[in-house]
């Protein structure tokens, strides 16, 4: 049976090589391959060791990830996700689908019942997963409508709380006050990835009501970070994104910068006057088919 120095020592100088939050899921792989009690007991007295001394991160929660997609879309992207971290024991990934959703209902805004509905069925879904996975922190993925509707979600659900929430394409308006939220996460644990290319959050914004360009422009609070990148509205959705930007934010909260955000150029003129009009494009689109009628 090894010496209790010698284990140690070998424990400490393979921490050295883990980041914290990874040491508590080391330690237990190490725990399950021994098969000597009298060893694994020797190893279980350095493991109180270690957590009383603060070696191990605090936080050794398993993580909740519930994903909600946008409209024309089954959100594809969720598999993509899923297969990416599905190797980490400490996370659970549960997609919240809605259905496909035509441009229509999107665009127009006398479908609020539409709306209303899908943040029901959202609301519902959330639900069951705090119930599912009561001891999980919650982090949250939502990409394009799926934003508008986890928005809403939290406005109209104060008392759910989340741990962090990552927005990518998002079309909920830029001013929109996140910090009026009792159950926003605090700052540093939320972030809104944002297309430079993505023309849909302007489209969304100025082609009817109730919607924002947060997506392209970014929110008007310090609250949530905006990071930028050099993408069109479904960009995000690959490998080298997952790992280099979401995995470290999923998993513990880090906010990876993204080299393109001091490089980016301002955005063409007439893309950022048509931000500056919500409706303007259904306004003229309602007045051309109005003059048309009359003239007929």
């Not at 019942?113 to 879904?125: G, S």
């Not at 082609?207 to 008007?220: C, I, L, P, Q």
């Not at 970070?225 to 509205?233: D, G, V």
Request: charge should be neutral; aromatic fraction near 14%.
């Amino acid at each position: 049976m090894p010496d209790i120095d010698i284990l140690f020592n070998e424990l400490r100088t393979e921490f050295t090589g883990i980041p914290s939050e990874h040491r508590y899921n080391h330690l237990k792989q190490r725990l399950k391959a021994i098969e000597d009690k009298a060893e694994r007991k020797q190893i279980e007295d350095i493991v109180l060791f270690v957590l009383e001394s603060g070696m191990l991160a605090e936080n050794t929660k398993p993580i909740l990830i519930a994903m909600i997609h946008g409209i024309r879309t089954q959100g594809e992207w969720h598999d993509r996700l899923k297969t990416f971290l599905e190797h980490d024991t400490s996370i659970t990934v549960k997609p919240i689908k809605f259905g496909f959703i035509d441009c229509i209902s999107f665009w127009l805004p006398v479908f609020t019942l539409f709306r209303h509905l899908k943040v029901k069925h959202i609301t519902k879904e959330m639900r069951l997963l705090k119930r599912d996975h009561p001891n999980h922190e919650v982090v949250v993925i939502a990409h394009s409508f799926g934003t508008f509707l986890i928005s809403k979600f939290l406005k109209k659900n104060t008392d759910y709380n989340i741990d962090r929430l990552l927005l990518c394409g998002s079309i909920v308006p830029e001013s929109f006050d996140w910090n009026a939220l009792p159950n926003f996460p605090k700052q540093g644990n939320a972030i809104n990835d944002i297309g430079c290319k993505d023309i849909w959050p302007v489209l969304a914004k100025t082609s009817t009501f109730g919607y924002g360009a947060s997506g392209r422009f970014g929110f008007n609070t310090h609250t949530i970070e905006n990071r930028y990148h050099n993408f069109s509205h479904s960009d995000f959705f690959s490998d080298s994104m997952f790992k280099t930007y979401w995995q470290p934010f999923i998993k513990n909260g880090e906010i990876v910068q993204s080299p393109f955000s001091s490089e980016r150029k301002s955005p063409d003129f007439i893309v950022s006057l048509l931000g500056l009009f919500p409706g303007f494009l259904l306004i003229i689109a309602l007045s051309t088919a109005s003059y048309l009628f009359v003239s007929f």
